[in-house]
């Protein structure tokens, strides 16, 4: 527009062109578009010569990491330019007002450029973020240091360019530089400079920019493809290359007299590249990470056609490297401290910091060394791999576990680690065995090396080691440990010698040892002592094991992998919720048995040192085991596992799931599948449900077959249908009374045998615990064919562990609906109920049990301290004679108690919205439950979506949701009106269980417990297969524009060649 400045300069500058024509011979245009403008204006001698711009120093220049350490997944967009109205800014954030997120990930726009403060563009900029609504998702940078520059370049998932001018477009190819797949409008400039790399589109159209962002995201090796163009053509503009172009031109002007020497390319040009492994973490230090790091990358380097490179790093932003540290390592690891070559044909880039950070990688593969201790990673990490890795290398099965139940996609690959860093370890048995028996002077010495936090099992040792013996047996525990703040070795020694005053010998060591210092505390140890409550490898267990020393470890985690009955002493344990400082909802560790570890310690105390005693022939089979603990084995699996990714199958397709369960019925486990399939990826699957064969209480689906009745009967008729039309998986929602377990067992077996992929949702295992007759041998064997077995609560979990069911059993607990409370007052309103305050409400089948009777006599309690107060029981009859009892004898209460004014009995089975509408008029909604065999409660959880205060008696029905809704102190009709008057005279108590109720919801809803569990069943389907699964987009897939008041659509079709050049 003729109204802004620039307008102005530039038509200034074309006037001086002109003027300068006439004096000069010969020009350099940094580019072909700029070369035409000049020839137009005149000139007649122009030479192309590109900027003298080193980009490839910039990919390893020091940067800024706070940009890519994301607290949840977002989809960032990145521009880099003057706040200038041809660079069309404005466009870009109408794209984000229209596309606010893709594939549910938020997306994120960042603008980096300088304006002057009350620049006209830039309020205008600022006018329509306010007015599209999208204030948080648009940041303006303004200038910033390179450093700060290079970290958002690193941060993004994409480089999105609208611009109509440019005469060279430098921020490109700075993009190129990063790894950063750049999509650009192709204008002026813009096409000569991107040349065949990148994604340059033909027009703006929200489609147009949307497609190769969808494309991007969802076909890894369209990125691959895309980040290796973009590499060559960075390097068409190294400096040597302008260099030499340079002086082609000073030569054919005169300027320079020598010929220049043009570069021959020899053979090795055409040769193979290797594969070039960057290896980011830190990596000088004893810390486990940097150890791992070092002898992963040293191992990378020594296979053939690989070359390897360590990139200092951690996931904080405070880190350096320890320079002495460093310095005290071999040459052979100092010299991999360097940066891969831009040049290189694959890069593949391996991340191991702590925190683990997975966006800011760069490198065409990009994978997560991930070890984890607990039974789940937190929610946002699991949104992060998902969506910035191509995969995971786990060290251990059970970390492999842990990753795929949190509910991640990607692949994963258990590599393991090597123990062969400081070389082989001497055979250490035989000079323990020439010692002398234990004495005061050369006690019987217990081993313990760990970091103190209470996850190593510090109290279970501890309290072990003081009841197993006294000062007066000749025995020494040395901890060897390090200072940090959570250490809690301290404070239990402290509290156990309080309490035992003859307590044994305990020696902590603190202080940094090297290898020579630890190889002698694993030479005077007669034993490793290791109850810890989860381990994503246990490196110490395994060293020892390799020195020939007994180890005792409890029966979980990542070093089952390497330990067993053969070779360590296994200790039992009990799962129960971590206390860590994690704070993951859900997930658990292992709490070693104290009793067993006192039985197993003294044992192998009573054993001495002898050669042909249990521990010594334990500690010879441990040494074979942990021979093949090697870092060249680690660095062959993750190399073969790089060659998965980049050559699996690709099936476009939809995962065919076959759902057998009650559906559309009376029934907890219909209306439990009901909601979770609500929430399944319709894009992704292709699910038909296989329901018995009751009446249907409304008309069924058009993907709904009934096969099977609860007699029995038709299971056989199940397994003929899923075979014959080929399901990739199963899903099977198992109750004791659904199927006859043999039945059940064949048709698991069944299944398996024709691949088919089983997962089976059990929703009871009391029955487990009672029944040991042969049918809970032939359920057993079922359950442990399928590849995952899904449970509510954890004493399920313990129950499976009991019967033997242990590696395959996921804790996914029931969903919840995540909504926005009704305003109750207008609720009231609508009922009738305006006059009554407070409302005490209930929910749930109509049955023994459920604690009915008991709370209308406590609401007759209520009422002397409330005699305004409204009970609204909303209990649906249940198709028993039971029910029907039950029915009658409440009714028959509520009027002999004289309260049929001020209690609403509502005994139809309701919709899942009509029963919130109602909860949404109470006060609280109690579950005054006086027992149950079920594993958690459907019910508890509906109240818990109507967003007030809940109550609960204290039952294991309950146990999952103990920390979060309010408790009864007991099931008398006395201790439920206690319990409801004290939440109501207390707000601040209300609130926080609010509070409380409303961060579970969030976790919990069936919305993210569907997309946890397709997750899992994606991938291990994509596992069992061996190939990797992409839903088809529909061409033409529409989406409403927010800009123009939802009145004009856009399409998107699954052809690159959309609006993309």
């Known amino acids: 527009a003729e109204t802004d400045p620039s307008y102005r300069y530039a038509i200034k500058g074309y006037q001086q062109i002109f003027e300068l024509r006439t004096i000069v011979e010969s020009a350099i245009a940094i580019s072909p578009f700029n070369e035409h403008q000049l020839r137009q204006r005149g000139f007649g001698d122009v030479a192309v010569i590109p900027l003298l711009k080193d980009f490839t120093a910039n ?212 040769a193979p590249q290797p594969t070039r492994y960057v290896v980011e973490g830190p990596f000088e230090t004893s810390y486990s990470l940097a150890l791992v790091n070092r002898n992963l990358a040293l191992a990378l380097d020594q296979r053939n056609g690989c070359e390897a490179h360590i990139e200092p790093g951690e996931g904080t932003e405070s880190y350096s490297v320890d320079t002495l540290a460093a310095n005290r390592l071999p040459s052979k690891i100092r010299d991999l401290v360097a940066s891969a070559p831009i040049e290189a044909e694959r890069i593949v880039t391996i991340r191991n910091t702590y925190p683990p950070r997975p966006n800011g990688m760069l490198g065409d593969v990009r994978l997560l060394h991930l070890a984890w201790e607990e039974s789940l990673i937190p929610e946002n990490l699991t949104g992060l791999i998902n969506l910035h890795l191509d995969g995971v290398l786990a060290p251990s099965e059970y970390s492999k576990r842990v990753i795929r139940n949190s509910g991640v996609r990607l692949p994963i690959a258990v590599i393991g680690h090597g123990i062969d860093h400081s070389g082989l370890p001497p055979q250490v048995m035989k000079g323990r065995a020439n010692r002398e028996r234990a004495t005061p002077a050369l006690p019987f010495t217990f081993l313990h090396i760990s970091s103190g936090l209470p996850r190593k099992g510090i109290e279970e040792l501890i309290t072990a080691y003081c009841m197993a013996f006294s000062r007066n047996d000749p025995v020494l525990l040395v901890i060897k440990t390090f200072d940090n703040p959570n250490n809690m070795i301290g404070r239990w020694i402290e509290r156990i010698s309080a309490l035992w005053e003859a307590s044994p010998a305990i020696q902590v060591i603190s202080e940094e040892l090297d290898s020579q210092q630890m190889a002698f505390l694993y030479h005077i140890a007669d034993a490793l002592v ?342 609204l029981m909303v209990n649906a009859t249940y198709p028993t004679p039971e029910s029907n009892k039950e029915r009658e004898r409440c009714l028959g209460l509520i009027r002999q108690l004289d309260m049929e004014g001020q209690t609403r009995l509502i005994d139809q089975f309701l919709k899942t919205e009509e029963v919130l509408f109602l909860l949404n008029a109470c006060d609280t909604v109690v579950f005054p439950y006086q027992r149950s065999e079920e594993s958690a409660s459907g019910a508890v959880r509906l109240g818990l979506a109507a967003g007030v205060p809940i109550l609960t008696t204290a039952l294991p029905v309950f146990f999952d949701l103990s920390d979060v809704v309010g408790q009864l102190a007991g099931t008398t009709a006395w201790d439920i009106a206690e319990g409801i008057v004290s939440l109501l005279r207390d707000e601040g108590r209300k609130s926080d269980i609010l509070q409380r109720q409303r961060n579970w919801l969030r976790s919990n809803s069936w919305a993210a417990q569907a997309k946890r569990l397709s997750n899992m069943i994606l991938a291990s389907v994509e596992e069992a297969q061996g190939i990797e699964l992409r839903a088809p987009r529909a061409a033409g897939l529409e989406f409403t524009l927010a800009a123009d008041g939802g009145g004009g659509k856009q399409s998107v079709v699954s052809s690159p060649a959309a609006g993309v050049a």
């Open 59 to 270: 990919r390893h220049a020091p940067h800024s990491k706070l940009p890519y350490f994301d607290v949840s997944p977002v989809l960032r967009l990145l521009f880099v330019g003057r706040i200038v109205r041809h660079k069309c800014q404005d466009e870009l954030i109408e794209f984000l007002g229209q596309v606010p997120t893709i594939g549910g990930i938020p997306l994120e726009l960042v603008l980096v450029g300088g304006y002057e403060d009350g620049e006209v563009f830039k309020l205008q900029l600022d006018r329509l973020v306010s007015l599209l609504g999208v204030g948080r998702k648009v940041k303006f940078t303004g200038r910033i240091p390179d450093a700060e520059l290079f970290g958002w370049f690193r941060s993004a998932s994409a480089y999105v360019s609208l611009s109509e001018h440019e005469g060279f477009g430098v921020p490109l190819i700075e993009a190129m530089a990063f790894d950063l797949p750049v999509i650009a409008y192709g204008s002026a400039a813009v096409p000569d400079t991107m040349g065949a790399a990148g994604i340059t589109i033909t027009d703006k159209r929200p489609a147009s920019i949307l497609e190769p962002l969808l494309r991007l995201q969802e076909d890894s090796a369209f990125r691959r493809q895309v980040i290796r163009e973009q590499r060559t053509q960075v390097s068409q503009f190294s400096r040597k290359r302008i260099e030499l172009e340079l002086q082609r031109w000073l030569t054919s002007i005169g300027a320079l007299k020598d010929k220049v020497q043009t570069p021959c390319r020899n053979a090795e040009a055409h």
């Open 530 to 871: 290791l109850p810890t409550r989860g381990e994503g490898f246990n490196l110490p267990a395994a060293e020892a094991m390799a020195h020939g020393i007994p180890v005792i470890v409890t029966r979980h985690s990542g070093h089952l992998d390497f330990c067993n009955d053969e070779n360590s002493f296994l200790i039992d344990c009990n799962y129960e919720f971590s206390t860590s400082h994690l704070n993951i909802p859900n997930s658990y560790w292992a709490r070693a048995s104290v009793e067993q570890l006192i039985d197993v310690m003294k044992a192998v105390y009573r054993s001495g040192r002898s050669l042909d005693g249990l521990p010594a022939l334990r500690a010879l089979e441990a040494q074979r085991a942990a021979e093949r603990l090697r870092w060249r084995g680690v660095a062959e699996k993750a190399e073969n596992f790089v060659k998965y990714l980049e050559n699996r199958p690709l099936m476009t397709r939809k995962l065919r799931l076959g759902w057998v369960s009650t559906y559309n019925a009376r029934c907890g486990i219909a209306t439990y599948s009901e909601h979770l399939l609500e929430c399944f990826d319709t894009d992704s699957f292709d699910i038909t449900i296989i329901a018995d064969d009751q009446p249907a209480i409304s008309p069924d689906p058009a993907n709904v077959i009934r096969l099977w009745s609860k007699s029995g009967i038709g299971l056989a008729r199940v397994v003929d249908y899923l075979i014959s039309n080929k399901f990739d998986a199963a899903l099977l929602q198992y109750n004791f009374g659904f199927f006859d377990p043999a039945e059940f067992a064949e048709l698991v077996l069944a299944l398996r045998n024709a691949n088919v992929t089983v997962f089976t949702v059990l929703h009871r295992t009391k029955d487990l615990e009672d029944d040991q007759s042969t049918s809970h041998y032939k359920i057993k064997r079922a359950l442990q064919n399928c590849a995952r077995v899904f449970v509510h609560n954890l004493d399920d979990v313990n129950r499976l562990r009991e019967s033997g069911i242990v590696e395959n059993v996921v804790l996914v607990p029931h969903g919840v609906i995540d909504r926005e409370p009704l305003d109750p007052d207008a609720v009231r309103a609508l009922l009738g109920l305006s006059g009554f305050t407070p409302v005490v409400g209930t929910f749930g089948f109509l049955l023994p049990g459920k604690g009915l009777t008991e709370l209308i006599h406590s609401f007759a309690l209520l009422l002397r301290a409330y005699p305004t107060a409204y009970l």
